[in-house]
């Protein structure tokens, strides 16, 4: 029988003393589990215990970890010169190098030292649990236990279950997740679990609006935080992350789902992995850095103008939510066109070429308008060969009454609604596989990127149907079949039901 993860007397091992590793053993330690460490490398233990014992005392001197409680984590760690040494393990958790073969002959060699009733986890980021427990004898006890780094910060830990995985394996590693102060979410072995892949999204259809030249890193990151609620934009987060990790995990993903359109990133990202700018770690990436990290680029994002605001707009579709915007800038409307004054549309998935052709609309002096991710921050746009005149003045009337602006190239769905509905559709999808449960996808989303809404909780905000509406515009204006709606979302959609409402019982 497994021995319960609260039991006084269970005892965790860990394999690998590197980034990961120590970050697991830090938390184990602070939730008073006791820790056997091993690393191969010569003094590899040792160094790691250097690592975790520093931050802890450290914590200490902060009054966020009890002197005691220190005393007592010394007792409970062990560091070990072999794997021998691992044997009366209730579990183990492996973060050695992402390697399958390093990590099949390691399992391979701890079923050999330890108990039946020993758990073997896998912090594996992109390896499946099924290819590693497929060199094991007990598949049963095989399942992943996937943290996120820095480990002590991330309150989120995937438990992943293998074809095989026994239900107690899992209950008992959601049970060490809690003891380690972390919230697990159950997930489906398949790549990129649900973290990696439900970020897909964010990242590569930003690198899509890149490659389309729509707009520039800046101006995609400040529509993305102001207009959206993202705590960081998909360009500056890709930088902090590193194109040497991004890239590579995006064309696992890709790959691994049978190079779904969906899931495929654009060339500015190989451009960047090509040129050695990872990003932060190496001063350029979408942005510029210096040693400590920090800015040193000025690109903000902002429009600017020295323009007149319009004396008088032509409004000719009725939308409220525009109306009251207009009428908050103290700007005469009309419906009719005049022949002189811009042209203002809030468009929902619709670039202006498309609608001044639809409508017969004089695409000079036409601007579209984002009304859906409008907040103070404005995003407009225009069609190729419109007359920039009537996008600064319109910028003007806003930039006047207090708002930011930012005025993009023609695009289908603008930035944000692009991009919303992007990482709505692949949550959803993501349900639709039978990954996790729609709440569990929503939390770990939340958990695991700091996004403020999870991307089914996304689709309920703005609207399940408008969300379909978006995508069938792109994917009408563009042809490509990377932004074919799911059909968990469509069907939801068409029967007027929540985005959270369940399938057929599994
Ligand atoms: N770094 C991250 O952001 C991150 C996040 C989630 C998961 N992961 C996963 O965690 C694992 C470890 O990542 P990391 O960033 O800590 O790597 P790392 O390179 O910092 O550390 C790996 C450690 O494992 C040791 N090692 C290698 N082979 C070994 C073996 N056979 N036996 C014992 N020790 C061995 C190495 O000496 C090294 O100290 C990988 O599977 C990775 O995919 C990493």
Redesign the pocket.
């Known amino acids: 029988m497994l021995k319960d993860p609260e039991d006084r007397t269970f005892r965790l091992g860990v ?7 120590q970050g697991i053993v830090q938390v184990a330690l602070q939730g008073g589990v006791s820790v056997i460490l ?4 010569e003094g ?1 233990a040792e160094s790691g215990r250097a690592g975790v014992f520093a931050r802890l005392e450290r914590l200490v001197e902060k009054g966020k970890f009890a002197g005691d409680d220190l005393s007592k984590a010394e007792d409970n760690f062990t560091a070990a010169g072999q794997l021998s040494d691992f044997a009366d393990c209730d579990a183990i958790v492996e ?4 390697d399958l073969e ?1 990590k099949q ?2 399992f391979a060699e701890l079923e050999d030292i330890v108990s039946d009733d020993c758990i073997l986890a ?5 390896i499946l649990i099924a290819s590693i427990a497929r060199a094991c004898r007990n598949r049963g006890r095989i399942a992943g236990l ?4 820095p480990v002590p910060l991330m309150r989120l830990v995937e438990v992943i279950k293998g074809p095989e995985t026994r239900d107690d394996v899992i209950k008992a590693l959601c049970k060490l997740g809690e003891r380690l102060g972390r919230t697990p979410v159950v997930a489906k072995d398949a790549p990129g679990f649900l973290v990696n892949h439900g970020g897909r999204a964010y990242t590569t259809e930003s690198m899509r609006l890149l490659h389309e030249k729509v707009a520039t890193p800046a101006e995609i990151d400040a529509i993305m935080r102001d207009c959206c609620g993202f705590r960081m934009g998909p360009c500056e987060l890709m930088d902090l992350t590193g194109v040497d ?1 991004n890239y590579p995990v995006s064309r696992i993903i890709y790959e691994g789902y049978d190079d779904d359109p969906r899931l495929k990133t654009s060339f500015p990202h190989l451009a960047l992995l090509s040129a050695g700018n990872f990003g932060r770690k190496t001063g350029t990436g979408n942005f510029t850095y210096d040693e400590k990290g920090q800015r040193t680029d000025t690109a903000s994002g902002d429009f600017t103008t020295e323009s007149l605001p319009a004396a008088k707009l032509v409004l000719p579709d009725p939308d409220a939510a525009l109306a009251d915007l207009v009428k908050g800038l103290g700007i005469a409307t009309i419906v009719d066109d005049d022949g002189e004054s811009p042209i203002l549309v809030a468009l929902i998935g619709e670039d202006c070429s498309t609608y001044a052709a639809r409508t017969g609309t004089d695409h000079c002096r036409f601007v579209g308008i984002d009304m859906l991710c409008a907040t103070k921050r404005i995003t407009l746009m225009q069609s190729p060969g419109a007359d920039r005149a009537a996008l600064e003045q319109v910028a003007a009337a806003l930039l006047a009454a207090g708002h930011q602006v930012t005025a993009i190239e023609d695009s289908p769905g603008f930035v944000a609604q692009r991009m919303c509905a992007m990482v709505a559709n692949l949550g959803c999808e993501m349900a639709q596989i039978g990954l996790a449960t729609p709440e569990e996808i929503d939390l770990a989303m939340r958990l695991g990127l700091g996004y403020p809404h999870g991307p089914l909780e996304l689709a309920e905000k703005l609207g399940a149907k408008k969300i379909v509406q978006i995508l069938e515009k792109i994917q009408d204006i563009t042809g490509e079949d990377r932004y074919r709606p799911s059909l968990w979302l469509r069907r939801r959609a068409q029967l007027g039901l929540p985005v959270h409402t369940p399938g057929r019982a599994a």
């Open positions: 394999i690998g003393a590197g980034a990961m590793g091993f690393d191969a490398r590899g973060a050695v190098f992402e390093v002959n390691l896998s912090n594996t980021s992109s996937h943290f996120f780094n990790v």
